[in-house]
């Protein structure tokens, strides 16, 4: 039905999946989803997508080029996908932000992916190993959460990309005799640059491509690839890469202003960790990545510290993790040795695939996702192609049997997938889901607040935000966050209790600190902030920043020499704080020390971070009060260019005209 199984190596190389097996693998693979065109946005798909009115313009394809992954509101994140945010807003544009068109586009992809899956695995497979691999591949329940979640489909997008580089330069070594040529090298330099635009982990995909090159081909292939020809033949498009990856850092710095995720954007259990403390936590969490890529039965929105639990040595599951690991890519290193590398070429797929995402090398903003074993779950495919292929040796009855199991697997995993997509229908349905899944997980429970209070529930939001800390009290950001929602509910003496022991437990946090200080001010009064910030032993982590809440204790207190005797030292601490040095300018106006102020309101400015109308409006009473109404009027005019709808300049306004 696909193509005869009798054909030689070298025809099985050459084969083509018929048109036929190509319409059962995006069948299979777009059929399940097919429900999720109903659905609205959830979840990343919020602030990535329907609320980031950036996109949302026709400048917006401009502009994804030139900003962050996640809106500025949302805090850094520490990624930059420009493809993917191109296409996101090219889709809003085009359908004005029909979420039917975007979750159109996200199984329309898949389907396209598991069909490249199906053509990659035909080059080195006979087709029907092939397509049983990319049935399995379209089937698998892991990929929901990046097909029925839109801005899931980054991962398509890189895998889909991925993909196509190795088919270009695997062809390339194919039919090309001697170096490589530039028409091939450009290709595949592109379609690098698209996968690395649309997901960071794509920049393993050099590694992939050199890797399958040197192995996924038959046995006795007659354009076999020894590791010295790969590296000479190929050194333009390694060359290439190297250039492309490069500007991509280039343009990641240009951005995001750094190379690394900053510590907040780190996954809550990593915080601080070595990498031999990430080794032993993320080796224990590879019995249950196996599961997720091999037969996943049950799946979850988030894997958090209660799933994948922080080890700092080793642990039995550790080790027994590492022994089997090392054991099967023994078994797979033997047999490549007695000339069938393709199965040491699916191992080492999976490894380089999840490799970025492992927290290993370089710690994430996740523990574990779903989606991030998008690209690794190619190289399961991979290695099921193969099986089935092994097959062709057996009786008659161990073939069907083979054929039979194979059959199942799909079955079920379609099965799974038709049950799991209903699940991101919406916010409430998946969160919930979370914590069916882990009841001992705070992150559902923060996530469903959240949802909670953009729909006005802010009373039911509160009691899941303490769910939430209640489960993870250790959490910091989570602790901020419920003590900031309870000093807006009037449960201020609530809130002092959790930033008090949120701030024992985060000693080092300047975020916990101050947090901690201002509701110590509102709570207790002045009296208690000045003792507590003048009376502390050591490094006080709120850094110079305290001086701002000292200073706001000493006005409420109605002492106006000691608010700029505060602010004196504060500049003196951190002369580089253009905003320190702008409150020490207002106090020493407000003492009618102009002289001073105006060194210091100069020194703020001479930083180029103040914003103007800020800088002008001080400068205008500066003057007025030193008697130049000349420059005061000079410097108002600044200010209303600055800011039109500052009503507070009316009153200078008022002044200057009687003068």
Sequence with gaps: MFVSASRTHSEAR????SALATFLVA?????????????????????????NPALHVPAGMLIAWRVAYWPPEWGRAGLFRPVVQFIYALLWNMGGGSALLFHSYAVVLYAVCAVAVLWMLARALPVRAAVIGALLFAAHPLHVESVANVAGSAETVASLASIGCVM??????????????????????????????????????PALVALCAWGWRAPGDSMRVRAAALLARGRRVWMAYVLVLALMIAARHAVLGGFSPPDNALAVGLEGETILQRWWTMTVAWPLVAHLLLLPTRLSMHYGPTTVPP????????????V??????????IIARRGDRRPLVAIVWVVLAYLAASNILIPTGQLLAERTLFCASIGVAMLGGWAIAQTARASIAEQRAGMGLAAALVLLGAFGTIVRVPVWSSEERLFRSGIEFDPAAFYPYQMLARA???????????????DAYDRYPAGESLALEYAQHLRTSKLGEDALTVLRAASSAHPA???????????????????????????????????SLRYVLLAHAYGALERPDSVTAVYARAVAEDANDPGLRFAYATALHASHRDLEAQRELDGAAASGAMPPAVRYS?????????????????????????APGDTSLATLDSTLAVR
């Design 14 to 17: 050459a084969a083509r999946p």
């Design 311 to 322: 080890h700092r040595g080793p642990t039995a599951i550790a080790i027994a993790a590492i």
């Design 168 to 205: 270009v330069i695997l062809r390339a070594f194919d039919e090309q005799n001697g170096v490589i040529g530039w028409s091939a090298v450009i290709r595949s330099a592109l379609l690098l640059a698209i996968a690395v635009g649309a997901k960071e982990s794509a920049a393993t995909v």
């Design 27 to 51: 069948l299979v693979a777009a059929a399940p989803y097919l429900a999720s065109l109903g659905y609205g946005f959830v979840y990343d798909d919020g602030p990535i997508i329907a609320d």
């Design 509 to 543: 946090s300047q975020a916990v600190r101050l947090a901690y200080l201002d509701a110590l001010l509102d709570r207790r009064g002045p009296d208690s902030v000045i003792a507590e910030i003048e009376n502390h032993q050591g490094r006080d982590a709120a850094g």
């Design 452 to 466: 909670a209070g953009r729909h006005g529930d802010n009373v039911r939001g509160l009691a899941l935000l303490g």
């Design 324 to 333: 089997t690991f090392a054991a099967m890519l023994a078994a797979a290193g």
């Design 618 to 642: 001080l400068q205008a009473r500066i003057s007025l009060a030193r008697g130049d109404s000349v420059a005061a009027r000079i410097a108002l005019a600044r200010a209303r260019a600055a």
